[in-house]
């Protein structure tokens, strides 16, 4: 499995795919399906439909993909998945709602007249309005729980970073302590080799005062 510095090219893949399905289907919910009525809008919805289908298995195959990847990555994509799948029920529920919301222009307009239409397009304003509040605070409600993701995934990247600095500075001790070794055990040798040097220098002079004996003795004789 190719690789990238922030995870897997799959995943990033599946991101980019996440993304772009995400945005046809804020548009439908957002733009097309308030401003239609008749067929038009119940076809959009479908379209929409399938898209959140479409989401929900971009989701699965992120999951999958996440248990290939190694531990340290898996951690941060995981966190993003968390994101990927909030913004999917949150989608989920504004489609259900907008499907609820009468479209601005409907037969019952057309069949009681001005007063029907000015009536209707004063029900459609308030319930936009309605419609804005609570996307508001789905909003608010939404960005506090991504700030409380962004929030732990920082902690759980701080510890990642602890634990790498402390195996680290493990590994340096060792170091050190190897090189402590070597460094003694150079004195040992160092000592060893003075100490053979003079055992040799002693049994020469030995080795000479011994023959130096044997010839006056042989002389003597």
């Known amino acids: 499995m190719a690789s990238s510095a922030g995870g897997s090219d799959l995943f990033a893949n599946y991101e980019q795919d996440f993304s772009t399905v995400s945005e046809g289907l804020r548009n439908k919910i957002d733009q097309q399906i308030p401003s239609q009525s008749g067929e038009q809008r ?33 951690t941060r994509l995981q966190a993003k998945l968390r994101l990927f799948k909030s913004e999917a029920e949150k989608a989920k529920r504004d489609l259900r709602r907008a499907t609820t919301v009468t479209p601005k222009t409907t037969e019952r307009d057309e069949l009681l007249g001005d007063y029907g239409s000015s009536q209707s397009d004063l029900d459609a304003s ?5 419609q804005r509040l609570l996307s508001g605070t789905e ?24 634990n790498i600095l402390s195996t680290l500075k493990g590994q340096r001790e060792t170091m050190l302590r190897a090189r402590d070794t070597l460094s003694e055990a150079d004195s040992y040798i160092d000592k060893a080799s003075k100490t053979l040097k003079g055992m040799a220098r002693r049994y020469v002079k030995f080795k000479a005062t011994t023959s130096q004996c044997s010839c006056r003795y042989a002389i003597f004789l």
């Not at 308030?126 to 309605?130: G, L, P």
């Not at 909003?139 to 602890?162: M, V, Y």
């Open 42 to 74: 119940k076809a959009t919805v479908r379209a929409a439909e399938r898209e959140v289908d479409e989401i929900d298995e971009i989701l699965g195959q992120m999951e999958m993909e996440i248990l290939n990847i190694p531990t340290p990555a898996r």
């Open 139 to 162: 909003r608010l409600g939404e960005s506090s729980r991504r700030l409380e993701d962004s929030h732990r995934l920082a902690l759980e990247t701080e510890g990642i970073g602890i």
């Open 126 to 130: 308030t319930m936009d309005q309605r």
